[in-house]
């Protein structure tokens, strides 16, 4: 029974009777879990942050442009979001919001130009990976829509400096659409830069001895019968031709039937998003090289191990390479010790255009910088190394308009740190992804502060 209230603020009924006391109870209980559940959530997870709400100016820092040089003492003045103006001895507009960051750093957020942050959780638990769909051809596959825009790996890789992410899909010879995604949001709809950033395809692998594509994934069961390299080239052909024939026929007016996985194609077939292969040995990237010329594709190539000894190719024909790992272990017998390391300055050296990745899993976005740091020490100019994880991986994507730069009219997605991201021993003291203040607490963080206490009460047991 419900004793009515409509003037009271809140509640449409109130118990009364015998139940009324414990449900009064639960309210209470529930009320005090309620207020105390701020501080300990904040605790372990990252709280979402609003839209920035007033015109923000970070003074006294040298500002690192990445596209325009340094600016010394310089003066970044943010609104609504955007970046309005970057320089020295700046006049700062009425009503701006002044935070000083004598003696720091600022730098370009990092983007990681090949992830699965917000895909994929605990590698040991299925439930938790969303990466791989089931097929061969999944063009339509968008990425965005299945982030988990609560995974813990957001809040370590934004401690890192990685402030947009390539998130993309795996599995096949199409695995779908990559989507450009910005680390800050209550949802997936809210962090989504771009939901179609980039076709990936997964090279098959011409090497018998070693089964599946070129990334994610494998083909069918050991026990079967296996395709041959060239039935699967093939098979990728077939696909793009049908595809291809079914944009053909749409822009003539024909009567067809829908299909998604057609439609989805067409901005990579009309050259407005690019097709990101997974190839790494010599023989792939050439045969993708190919293939796509013959398709008339905007080509990325993906891994790049061999890259080096495609080099001239790539430089003719201006074809970019997102290396996905510094820190490999070698490959081959008779590779050295530091093959994987010095990749990245013996494609610069080369002239070929690259960006640097973290590696494909959640867990590796965070080492991000590192992978560049490495690229760094064993030749890569420093500056170059930025640029791979910043400007680099924006125009090959087609976000160079928006991110990898700090430029007017670009989004304020910036760092303030205490020297170059791209080494272990700065510290990334503050971040804004579109304006907003992020707030920089995370998992690892969390576990750091718990167990710091943890020795100091047993210390304080000892003493």
């Not at 790992?325 to 490959?331: E, L």
Request: net charge negative; charged share 20%.
């Amino acid at each position: 029974m419900y004793d009515h209230k409509p003037n009271s603020p809140g509640f449409v009924g109130r118990p009364t009777g015998a139940l009324g006391r414990p449900l009064r109870l639960l309210v209470v209980a529930a009320a005090f879990a309620f207020t105390t559940l701020p501080a300990a959530a904040s605790a372990q997870v990252r709280m979402t942050v609003p839209p920035q709400s007033e015109p923000i100016a970070l003074r006294g820092a040298t500002i690192h442009t990445v596209t325009n040089g340094v600016i010394e003492n310089g003066t970044i003045i943010f609104r609504d979001g955007v970046i309005m103006a970057v320089g020295a001895d700046l006049e700062i507009p009425a009503g701006t919001r002044v935070v000083d960051v004598s003696g720091k750093h600022i730098y370009p957020g990092l983007i990681d130009a090949y992830s699965t942050v917000g895909l994929s959780e605990i590698g040991a638990v299925d439930m938790s990976n969303d990466v791989n769909e089931v097929g061969d051809f999944n063009p339509n596959v968008q990425a965005d829509v299945a982030v988990n825009a609560e995974s813990r790996h957001i809040g370590t890789s934004r401690s890192q400096g990685v402030l947009t992410t390539i998130t993309t899909p795996g599995g096949g010879l199409i695995s779908g659409m990559s989507s450009a995604m910005a680390l800050e949001g209550w949802s997936w709809e809210e962090m989504s830069m771009e939901s179609a950033a980039a076709l990936n395809v997964n090279w098959p692998n011409p090497d018998p001895r070693r089964r599946g594509f070129g990334g994610f994934g494998g083909f069918g069961n050991r026990g079967e019968d296996q395709p041959t390299y060239e039935e699967r080239v093939q098979q990728l052909k077939n696909y793009f031709a049908e595809a291809r024939a079914y944009r053909d026929a749409v822009a003539a007016g024909e009567q067809v039937r829908t299909d998604a996985r057609y439609i989805a194609m067409t901005p990579a077939l009309n050259r407005e998003i690019p097709v990101v292969v997974s190839a790494n040995s010599a023989a792939q990237i050439n045969d993708a090289i190919t293939w796509a010329k013959e398709e008339n594709l905007r080509l990325v190539i993906r891994g790049g191990d061999d890259a080096i000894h495609v080099a001239d190719r790539l430089v003719a024909e201006e074809i970019p390479v997102i290396l996905t790992s510094t820190m490999d272990a070698p490959g081959r017998d008779h590779e050295g010790y530091d093959e994987a390391y010095g990749r990245a300055a013996a494609l610069y050296r080369a002239g070929v255009k690259f960006a640097i990745s973290g590696g494909s899993g959640s867990l590796y976005t965070d080492r991000l910088p590192y992978e560049a740091g490495v690229a760094v020490a064993f030749g890569l100019p420093e500056e170059e190394a930025v640029k791979a994880v910043t400007i680099n991986a924006a125009e090959l994507m087609g976000l160079d308009d928006r991110i990898g730069s700090l430029e007017p009219g670009k989004q304020a997605t910036l760092l303030i740190t205490t020297g170059t991201p791209i080494d272990m021993t700065s510290d990334i003291e503050q971040a804004y992804i579109q304006g907003r203040e992020l707030d920089m607490n995370d998992i690892q963080k969390h576990f750091f502060t718990k167990y710091m206490e943890k020795v100091r009460q047993r210390m304080r047991i000892i003493s």
